[in-house]
């Protein structure tokens, strides 16, 4: 087959065609214009039955190359456009959030440093045990492996933690 559409062929030959040798390069336009796979996928399949539904309409069938890839950037701006009117109503939609005050936000400061300093001030094992549970969020397998020690030895650590920092808790 030659590299463009005859105007010999018909509309199954020439989209036939058209798809065996662009079809990647189309759905990787999309993809790149529209950062979504699936919706990408979508669009190149409609610019395609697109094509072949109007292949009968084209003037300049040896340009059919340069409909379908325009088909296809038209498709994702329409897209994009759709994407913004559904993003723009449901930001609408919500109730606007509780902001906290100023005052609140730095007693949430201090609050968060004293903790952080609390923690400091433990012995390593024990800050070892307690920053991998509450902020790594690991399980207790986890951080035994990452400490290397057992997972008894990660309980007895994480408990002597917590009772030494509960004094200092209550009284934030």
């Known amino acids: 087959m ?31 214009l529209l950062h979504e796979r699936g919706l990408a996928e979508e669009i190149v399949q409609d610019a395609y039955v697109r094509l072949h539904s109007r292949w009968h309409k084209l003037r300049e069938p040896d340009k059919a190359l340069a409909y379908l890839r325009m088909t296809v950037v038209n498709g994702c701006r329409s897209a994009l456009r759709h994407r913004r009117v559904v993003d723009a109503h449901l930001a609408a939609s919500r109730p606007p959030p509780d902001v906290p005050s100023a005052e609140a936000g730095a007693l949430d400061l201090l609050t968060q440093a004293a903790v952080v300093d609390a923690i400091r001030r433990l012995p390593t094992r024990q800050r070892e045990a307690i920053v991998l549970r509450y902020y ?37």
Request: charged content about 25%; aromatic content about 4%; cysteine-free.
């Open 136 to 172: 790594v969020d690991l399980s207790e397998a986890e951080i035994a492996e990452a400490m290397g020690v057992s997972r008894g030895a990660v309980k007895s650590h994480a408990s002597r933690a917590v009772a030494a920092l509960r004094p200092i808790l209550e009284r934030l």
């Open 2 to 32: 030659a590299d463009r559409p005859s105007t010999e062929w018909d509309a199954d030959q020439a989209v036939t065609h058209l798809f065996g040798a662009h079809y990647r390069q189309m759905v990787r336009l999309a993809s790149l």
